[in-house]
C-alpha cells in the first residue's frame, strides 16, 4: 500500500552520492516526521530499518525531540504526492496537512466499468431478497419445504449453473454478492477477500493482475456509486466464509437462515 513518488526517489537517489551514502539525510527526514507525529497528537511511532543500529535509533529520538516544537514547519518536508492520486479530504493550503472535508466525489468519473449484470441482479435482488418485497416469502416457504427432501439438491444444482454463468460462482453456500454488490470475492479476488480490499491494489488494479482486473472492492464501489449507494460498503462487515455450508444452496442457507446475513439481521435486532 506504499508508493514512492518519482519526487521522493529522485531526492533519495541523489542523497546516496554524499559522503556518508544518505545516512545523515535518512535520520534528518526520520526526526523530521517523529516531530510531526508528536506535535499532532500521536502517542509514539514505530522506528524500523535493515540493519538499524541503537545509535541511529537515539539519534532519531534526540533530533526529533528537538525539532518538535517547529513541528508545523516541517509538513513541507513530505509534500510528495501522487499528480493523480484521489485523497479523501480536502488539502488545506496553510496547514500542508488535510482538512477535515472531504472531498466531492459525486461528479468524479467512475473508475470501472458497470456490467449489465449488476442492473440485473438489482432487479432480482428487490424481487427475492428483500422480506416482504415480492417473491421474498414465496421463496422462504418453498426452501423450507424442500430443505430436507431430494428436492433440494435439484433447487441447488439450478441455482449453482445460473449463478457460475452470471457470477462465476464458487458455490461456497455462504454467499457475500448481497455484500459486495453482486461482484463474488470467492472468484473474483485472488485472496478471497470478503470484508474488505487487502490494501494491495495500485491505481484501482488488482496487486495479482496489475493492469488486468480490478479490484473487486473498486467494481463494487463503482457499482453502488452509480446508484447513490456508496456508503453502504461502510455499514456491513462481512465475516469470513462458513465452509460447513460449501456446496450446498446458498438461496436455501438464506432463506433458512443459516448463512451470516442471519447473524447479521439477529445483532441489529439486539442493537435495536
Not at 441447488?156 to 463474488?184: F, P, R, S, T
Request: proline share 4%; with cysteine.
Amino acid at each position: 500500500g506504499s508508493v514512492v513518488t518519482d519526487k521522493l526517489l529522485a531526492e533519495i537517489d541523489r542523497e546516496r552520492n554524499d559522503s556518508d551514502k544518505g545516512e545523515g539525510a535518512r535520520i534528518l527526514r526520520a526526526a523530521r516526521l517523529y516531530a510531526i507525529l508528536k506535535g499532532m497528537g500521536y502517542s509514539g511511532v514505530h522506528i524500523g530499518g535493515h540493519n538499524i543500529k541503537y545509535e541511529q535509533v537515539e539519534n532519531i529520538i534526540n533530533q526529533g525531540e528537538a525539532l518538535v516544537p517547529q513541528w508545523q514547519d516541517l509538513v513541507g518536508y513530505f509534500d510528495y504526492p501522487l499528480s493523480d492520486g484521489f485523497y479523501y479530504y480536502e488539502r488545506d493550503p496553510v496547514t500542508g496537512l488535510n482538512k477535515e472535508t472531504p472531498v466531492r466525489r459525486q461528479n468524479r468519473p467512475l473508475d470501472s466499468n458497470v456490467e449489465w449484470t449488476y442492473g440485473f441482479s438489482r432487479f432480482f435482488h428487490k424481487l427475492m431478497f428483500e422480506p416482504g418485497k415480492k417473491l421474498y416469502g414465496l421463496m422462504k416457504t418453498a426452501s423450507k419445504k424442500i430443505s430436507d427432501t431430494g428436492m433440494a439438491k435439484i433447487f441447488h444444482n439450478l441455482e449453482h449453473v445460473a449463478k457460475v454463468v452470471i457470477y462465476d460462482c464458487q458455490d461456497c453456500g455462504d454467499c457475500a454478492l448481497l455484500d459486495v454488490a453482486y461482484v463474488c470475492p470467492m472468484s473474483q479476488c485472488p485472496k478471497n477477500q470478503r470484508n474488505g480490499p487487502c490494501g494491495g491494489s495500485f491505481k484501482g488494479w488488482c496487486e495479482v493482475y496489475p493492469g488486468k482486473k480490478h479490484c473487486v472492492y473498486v467494481r463494487a464501489y463503482v457499482r453502488l456509486k452509480k446508484y447513490g449507494e456508496a456508503e453502504h460498503l461502510e455499514h456491513k462487515i462481512v465475516p469470513p466464509c462458513n465452509w460447513d455450508l460449501y456446496q450446498t444452496s446458498s438461496w436455501i442457507n438464506f432463506y433458512l437462515g443459516k448463512d451470516h446475513h442471519s447473524a447479521r439481521s439477529h445483532q441489529n435486532d439486539a442493537e435495536k
